[in-house]
Nanobody, 123 residues
């Protein structure tokens, strides 16, 4: 069983930055095929915004491309999401996800999910 623990959410003004972290407990990030960040705003469906595969290749949703960066530190078993130039529409609950299947990327079919961390961006 893979346990994921997110942290780093909070409130920020538009234009600001936040860095989310996802600690992978009881497993090694090196052995996971794919890890990703998803978000869900009230009344909206969950969307995949960034993912990284076992080769370190990243994928991004158009809505965050150029503003968000996903990275993975295998030595620390931690996934990160650096979010710059935040907008009010980025307000959502953010979830970390992991799966052995490397091809999932932004598809919402991951096996393991964290509990989520709230990000609120004010204008």
């Amino acid at each position: 069983q893979v346990q994921l623990v997110e942290s780093g959410g909070g409130s920020v003004q538009a234009g600001g930055s936040l860095r989310l972290s996802c600690a992978v407990v009881t497993y090694s990030t090196y052995s996971l095929g794919c890890m990703g960040w998803f978000r869900q705003a009230p009344g909206k469906e969950r969307e995949g915004i960034a993912a990284i595969d076992s080769d370190g290749i990243a994928s991004y949703a158009d809505s965050v491309k150029g503003r968000f960066t996903i990275t993975q530190d295998n030595a620390k078993n931690t996934l990160y999401l650096l979010m710059n130039s935040l907008k009010p529409e980025d307000t959502a609950m953010y979830y970390c996800a992991a799966d052995p299947r490397w091809w999932l990327l932004l598809h919402d079919d991951y096996t393991y999910w964290g509990q989520g961390t709230q990000v609120t961006v004010s204008s």
